[in-house]
Structure formats: structure tokens, C-alpha cells
């Protein structure tokens, strides 16, 4: 499966570039993706529960 | 799309002393992070305008300088229809810029202090849903690094970003 892209742009000279991730830089995505999801579903249930 | 309730880049510039540093097409490569980097050392505040669509129900998650370490703490005061809500986080991986919602399209502007000073940084912010429009959040945040800010990164929570533009500016 494609690892999803990275869109990068150097401020000072402009220069832009749409790139794959690397490995680090994948499994660094795949952590912060399942520990938002994990945040968020605490969230909607401590929302719930304070209903 | 279109957000009508932030003023253009160009008219915050003008008024606030903040220039346009850069702008990022969020509809280029259909990106799941996005990144302003080599962030000149001059400025000494930061101002992220973010209009936003996801390829799913999500929304941004702000890093500094590709810092994913526990170096993060926020709390978000949200309004949701009629209902208040307060939601924090220390030793967060990321700044949140929302509580518990998530929508297609997200429209928010962040600012960043001393970002080119050696102290904690300190930023502020707000944050709108636009198809999820009854939830509006104001957060704010500390990142636990006294290095200067020459690299910002805007995460989508889930999925990629599919259109929509972020812009830096910076004050010296």
C-alpha cells in the first residue's frame, strides 16, 4: 500500500515538494492516526457519560 | 468553499504588522501532513491561517518543528450546539484544535510568541467547523521546547487534506 504524502515548502526559497514518507516518518503517521483515533473515542465517551 | 468569518491574509498583515511568509495548496498531492520549514529566525511571532477539506471527517493537529515527542500541553474551552465543554492535555504528542468534533472542512488561525527567543513557547488560537458550524473551540497551548520555530507542521487527524489553503505569516 502507498504511504501517504508529505507536502513540504521551504520558506525562504519557495521551493515545494509532494513526497512520500519515509519509513520513520510512516510509522510516526500510523502512531499519531491510531492514538488521535483512541483520544477521540475517550473523548465522545467521557461526553457521552457526562450527559 | 469558503470562510467568511477570518479576514484575508493580506488584510491581518496589513493590520496586525504580520507579512505572508508562505501558503501551502492543500489540494497538491493530497497530503496527510503538510510542512513550512526553514522558517526564518527574524520572526518573533508566528500566525497560521488554515482553510482546510479532508478526505474524511477530521481535523488539524499542530507539531513544531517535527518535534512527535510528549513535549505538547493545550486545553480547548468548545461550544457544541448550546453545550460547554473544557478538554486538555499534558504531555500531548501533538496541539489539538478541537475537542471532540471532526468535520470535512475546518477553518482556524493559531498564533506562536517568541518563537525565535530561547523560552517555552506559548500560542493561542481558534477554530471552526464549517458544515459541523455549531462547534467552536478556542484553544491554547505550550510547547515545551525552547528552541527557535523554524519548522511548522499541520497533521490531519485522520486521512489526508484534500483542498483548501494554509498560509504562514510572521511579525519581527
Known amino acids: ?51 | 468553499m469558503g470562510i467568511s468569518i477570518f479576514p484575508t491574509p493580506e488584510a491581518a498583515g496589513g493590520g496586525l504588522k504580520y507579512e505572508l511568509i508562505s501558503s501551502i495548496d492543500l489540494s497538491v498531492g493530497t497530503p496527510a501532513a503538510v510542512a513550512f520549514t526553514s522558517i526564518d529566525p527574524k520572526y518573533r511571532s508566528l500566525k497560521l491561517v488554515v482553510d482546510a477539506t479532508f478526505s474524511t471527517a477530521a481535523r488539524c493537529h499542530l507539531q513544531f518543528n517535527n518535534d512527535s515527542g510528549t513535549n505538547y500541553s493545550w486545553q480547548i474551552r468548545a461550544l457544541s450546539g448550546t453545550s460547554n465543554s473544557q478538554v486538555r492535555d499534558f504531555d500531548a504528542t501533538y496541539v489539538d484544535t478541537s475537542t471532540t468534533g471532526t468535520d470535512t472542512v475546518q477553518a482556524l488561525t493559531f498564533y506562536v510568541n517568541e518563537t525565535n527567543v530561547a523560552a517555552v513557547k506559548t500560542g493561542f488560537g481558534n477554530s471552526n467547523f464549517e458544515t459541523n458550524a455549531v462547534v467552536a473551540n478556542v484553544p491554547d497551548f505550550h510547547w515545551k521546547n525552547t528552541a527557535t520555530i523554524n519548522e511548522w507542521n499541520i497533521l490531519a487527524s485522520t486521512g489526508t487534506f484534500t483542498g483548501g489553503n494554509a498560509y504562514l505569516l510572521g511579525s519581527e
Open chain 1, 1 to 51: 500500500m502507498a504511504k501517504p504524502n508529505i507536502f513540504e515548502i521551504n520558506t525562504q526559497t519557495g521551493k515545494q515538494i509532494v513526497r512520500e514518507m519515509n519509513e520513520d516518518e510512516y510509522a510516526q503517521h500510523l502512531l499519531h492516526q491510531e492514538k488521535s483515533a483512541l483520544e477521540q473515542a475517550a473523548r465522545e465517551s467521557e461526553a457521552f457519560a457526562a450527559e
